[in-house]
């Protein structure tokens, strides 16, 4: 999907939604095969969906699946939770674990979308900043994607792991970030990529720390998610979706720049950007342990009131 597209996607998504019931599933089968609308952000955790769409392994599996952008996961929330659309791509395991506790969302993991690697999520400070480590940091100033959620969450554990202090958070959406902290609304910012590597690239900005180091390294942090109905009603096209993402994911591994060709087509990331930018990890299946060491974290620091099994919540 270029960016042409991706721009209609995302427009669309609002006039879909007014358009369709408060209940049901989207699914539907016709002579294309049998159709899943999946809500998806601008950000690398969806790259498998778009190699899967373009390489037409969606379509080989009689899927004719049709991806919505939106900026953020949280967004997808109602819809998804009234059949409007059928999954979210790259949902952050934070909003979505805590709408299943809250009874919001009763929901169940298709596919993991991305871990946590090196360098493809960082702390930024302008190139000219007195903040020099992470103890000055303390009290400043931090922008994040969402509050109280996976960013926080993880770099919560880096300061702690060091003993420094918190920052003072502030929601600010990625593809605002690079203003922000050049005008000075914010001391530093928090991203993810593609937009860690475009901040540095065109403010010359500064990392402070690697976003995913220890002890958050290799941590899950977003997945394909629908709802527990959706699943109990079409388990052959979520398995078939499966295959296809599995299938993908298999190209990524065996050649890395099928994801650097993929990227330019649905984000704002440039062709030069995406050859130099640090990608996450793409998992080959699911792993209900692993996800659950984030959902640990979350109990630890108040954001779930009570242990949730994410293995009871894998599509299988």
Known sequence: MGRGRAAVAAAALTLALAACGDDGDSTSSDGGGTTITVAALPLSDCAMLYIAQDRGLFEKEGLDVRVQQIQQSLQALPALAKGQIDMVASANYVTYLQAHEQGTLDIRIVAEAIRAAPRMMDVLVPKDSDIKSLADLEGKKLAVNV????????????????????????????????????????????AVEPYDSA?????????????????????????????????????????????????????????????????????KVTKEQAESIDLPVYPPDMDGEQIARLADLMRKQGMLKKPIDPATLLVK
Request: aromatic share 6%; net charge negative.
């Open 147 to 190: 509050l109280n959620n996976v960013q926080s969450l993880t770099f919560n554990e880096i300061l702690e792991k060091e003993g420094v202090g918190d920052p003072v958070y502030r929601q600010i959406p990625f593809p605002q970030m690079g203003a922000a902290l050049e005008k000075g609304q914010v001391d530093a910012v928090h």
């Open 199 to 267: 901040i540095q690239d065109e403010l010359g900005a500064r990392i402070l720390v690697d976003g995913a180091s220890a002890p958050v390294e290799s941590i899950p942090l977003s997945g394909y998610i629908t709802t527990r109905r959706y699943a109990d009603r079409n388990a052959e096209p979520l398995a078939a979706f499966q295959r296809a993402i599995e299938a993908a994911v298999k190209i990524a591994a065996e050649d890395p720049s099928a994801v650097r060709d993929a990227l330019p087509t649905y984000t």
